[in-house]
């Protein structure tokens, strides 16, 4: 657990957390997620190790009963001592979650431990009620969760800023830095908060991958909150609605239109996952057929790994940075069909997490933040452009959407 904690850490910047422990299906499902972040020594080191490890289970092993009973009596003794310290150390109320300085203070496994106890002590969030209707809202909204988008300026020197999110800043009714809490992965953390609008406080430990208790609070989805403004809700992502149990929650929290990876064929790939082309024609395809709706985009182009030879570029970091401006080609496509419909539809669109395309040091605090804008191309009323850049949380997006719908 050390070892992929330490491999974790030079990857994402962050420790290994329990809710990781969840996602040991997907990487099955999924491997070529997880795989390439493995040194190759080290998975050939895990093979060679568990089966010497095997071998002197086997070899240390004994039918004698008394050894068996000892061992027995000291696994229950110690463990209903550990759970006494776990439960004296789970007072939730008095405490947030610090992971940086519990993993120095009390080592990976006590914090692992105490984690998932706090997590399951904590009380259920409160229900929230949908939004008041009220005049003036856009017709229709959409939200862009842009896989792995930002600023190639903000990460290298060489790399100049993407063209339409510099034009479209200053158009914007509301533009900023958008702060996730993770760097090179867990979209779903950005996806939740966007959707839903609870911050890490209110989280508590449930931040950490909070689609594992989303269906204990359905009401604070937008589809759920924004109800009496919109009749239908859309969710569309070209990837394998599963993971991360979509399949699942996207019903109970409202979305009534569910499109995923089948809706696509392999041509619309560019490198190995749909392209943001495809997903922009499919989205403007249901703008043209529907009115007073709610959108939720995910993409999956821009993901990870990224490896030499992709989009026959001579590194990782070339790759991601020739996705990043499909990504801001889709930007522009979906802003000037927005204007050819001649509809009022609001149009957010924000970089879910930055890429990890080098090895990170531990460090606690590195720069974490993307961007996103809020536009109404076609807004009736003249609406004021923002000026000034407000830097929001993914919880902070999800308000100021609804400030822009409801007031």
């Not at 988008?149 to 063209?163: G, H, I, N």
């Not at 839903?196 to 989280?203: I, P, T, V, Y």
């Amino acid at each position: 657990m050390v070892t992929a904690s330490n491999l974790k850490m030079r990857l994402l910047n962050e420790p290994l957390v329990f809710t990781d422990f969840s996602l040991v299906g997907s990487f099955f499902k999924h491997p070529r997620f997880y795989i390439q972040g493995i040194p190759l020594f080290v998975r050939f080191l895990s093979i060679f190790v568990f089966i010497i490890l095997i071998f002197l289970i086997i070899l240390a092993s004994s039918l004698d009963l008394r050894g068996r009973l000892v061992g027995m009596l000291g696994a229950i003794a110690s463990g209903g001592l550990l759970w006494r310290l776990l439960e004296r150390d789970s007072d939730t109320e008095a405490r947030q979650p610090a992971l940086w300085a519990d993993i120095y203070n009390n080592g990976l496994l006590p914090t692992l431990l105490l984690y998932v106890v706090r997590c399951r002590k904590l009380s259920p969030l409160p229900v929230k009620e949908a939004v008041p209707k009220r005049p003036g809202a856009p017709e229709s909204v959409i939200i862009i969760q842009c896989e792995s988008f930002a600023d190639p300026a903000d990460l290298r020197k060489e790399w100049a800023s993407l063209p339409a999110l510099l034009q479209y800043k200053k158009e914007a009714v509301q533009w900023g830095r958008f702060l996730p809490s993770g760097l090179g992965a867990y979209t779903m953390r950005s996806e939740y908060g966007v959707l839903c609008g609870d911050d890490d406080e209110a989280l508590s430990y449930r931040l950490f991958d909070p689609f594992l208790t989303a269906d204990q609070s359905p009401s604070h989805a937008l589809p759920k909150r924004l109800s009496r403004f919109y009749e239908k809700a859309l969710f569309l992502h070209p990837y394998d609605l599963r993971f991360y149990g979509r399949n699942r929650l996207l019903p109970l929290w409202g979305f009534t239109d569910i499109i995923g990876r089948e809706r696509f064929s392999e041509g619309e790939r560019v490198g190995p996952y749909i392209s943001d082309r495809a997903l922009t024609a499919e989205l403007l395809r249901y703008l043209q057929q529907n009115n007073h709706f709610l959108a939720y985009c995910v993409t999956i182009e821009n993901h990870g790994p990224w490896k030499k030879g992709r989009l026959g570029q001579p590194s990782g970091a070339d790759a991601w940075h020739k996705h990043v401006q499909n990504g801001d080609a889709m930007l522009r496509e979906l802003v000037e069909g927005i204007k050819e419909s001649g509809r009022d539809v609001m149009l957010v669109f924000f970089g879910d997490h930055r890429p990890a395309l080098e090895p990170l040091p531990a460090v606690e605090g590195l720069e974490r933040s993307t961007h996103y804008v809020i536009l109404r191309p076609n807004a009736a009323e003249v609406t004021e452009i923002a000026g000034n850049p407000v830097d929001v949380t993914p919880a902070g997006l999800h308000k100021s959407i609804l400030k822009h719908i409801g007031g």
